[in-house]
């Protein structure tokens, strides 16, 4: 009788989405994109309390987005490991051009021909100088399976944005991204999948448990 070599399940790793502190912006409603913004006094609350929630974890490792929103709380949740923040571009919410660093009112009294249109369709369509939809899902869906590649077994911990965390879970779910203003991913909440690079299955979505008191707030603008 001929034997065969057992071939090994791959081991699911844990993906620990973060998405970053509330900012200046986020706290006065302007639309960020890859601009930065520094976090406010509460967002580096909210990201003092995700570090507490996760610093009992064995964590192998802590990606981020590069900008400073989200390095800034990938920083703070690295310090009781003792890790280093490996900064990822493909991690960065979606580009939005000329609309970056403005509120809805100041872009509409611009009165640009492109508002119209990105307001009538917000997936397909974008400012100048921005991204669409499909290309901020692309780079991110890849770059969360890049990591999950190098990580079988382990837990990782990735600070980014609410529209790459939407992405990744609109991906895996196959929600039509038609529907992306149906849910929301707040400051300092955490996403968790689990699985290997070819099928991500979704632990929990959106948990605030660890903001709840009433010195926290949470803002309503996403980006």
Known sequence: MTSH??????????????????????????????????????????????????SSLQVSAIYSSDLGRARETADLIAAPHGLPVVPREDLRERAYGLLEGKTDDEAARLGPFWLLAFQADRIRSTPPGGEIHAELCERVV????????????????????????????YHILSIPLSLWRLTWIANGSITIFRGTRDVLRVACVNDTCHLEAPALAPTEMED
């Open 5 to 54: 070599p057992r071939t090994e399940e791959p081991q699911d790793t844990t993906l620990i989405l973060v998405r970053h502190g509330e900012t200046v912006w986020n706290r006065d409603k302007r639309w960020q994109g890859q601009t930065n913004s520094p976090l406010t006094d509460l967002g580096r609350e909210q990201g003092a309390r995700v570090a507490k929630r996760l």
């Open 142 to 169: 890849e770059a969360l399976s890049e990591i999950a590649d190098a990580h079988p077994g382990q837990t990782v911990v990735v600070a980014t944005h609410g529209g790459p965390i939407k992405c990744a879970l």
